[in-house]
């Protein structure tokens, strides 16, 4: 069974750098996408940042400049979001999205790590 494991997070400061880091487990060797969507209270749950096998990206647009998706997949399918220059607005759960395919196209979420950002 593919599980997810969240690491990172926190409390940062405005101006501040925080980092997150996913990694699937499970038998899992590729995927379709993975990344990260982002909750905050009251808000709908919104795409931050997914990256694909080959490394193509897409980030919510607010996030741009500021937030880096990488993938790691030496070992195990896994991806990282450096976010820098932090602003108060970023505070929400952060949750990682895997997109994979295992007999049919598969979804999966991690449990969600907050992530707080004080001004």
């Known amino acids: 069974q593919v599980h997810l494991a969240e690491s990172g997070g926190g409390r940062g400061q405005t101006g501040g750098s925080l980092g997150l880091f996913c990694a699937a487990s499970?038998?899992?060797?590729?995927?379709?996408?993975m990344g990260w969507y982002r909750q905050a209270p009251g808000r709908q749950r919104e795409l931050v940042a997914l990256?694909?096998?080959?490394?193509?990206?897409?980030y919510l647009y607010s996030v741009l400049g500021r937030f880096t998706i990488s993938r790691h997949n030496a070992t195990k399918v896994s991806v990282s979001l450096q976010m820098n220059n932090l602003k108060p607005e970023d505070s929400a759960v952060y949750y990682c999205?895997?997109?994979?395919?295992?007999?049919?196209?598969?979804?999966?979420w991690g449990q969600g790590t907050l992530v707080t950002v004080s001004s």
């Open positions: 990256i694909t096998p080959d490394a193509r990206t897409n």
């Open positions: 999205y895997l997109n994979y395919l295992s007999g049919t196209n598969r979804e999966l």
């Open positions: 499970g038998g899992i060797f590729n995927f379709v996408t």
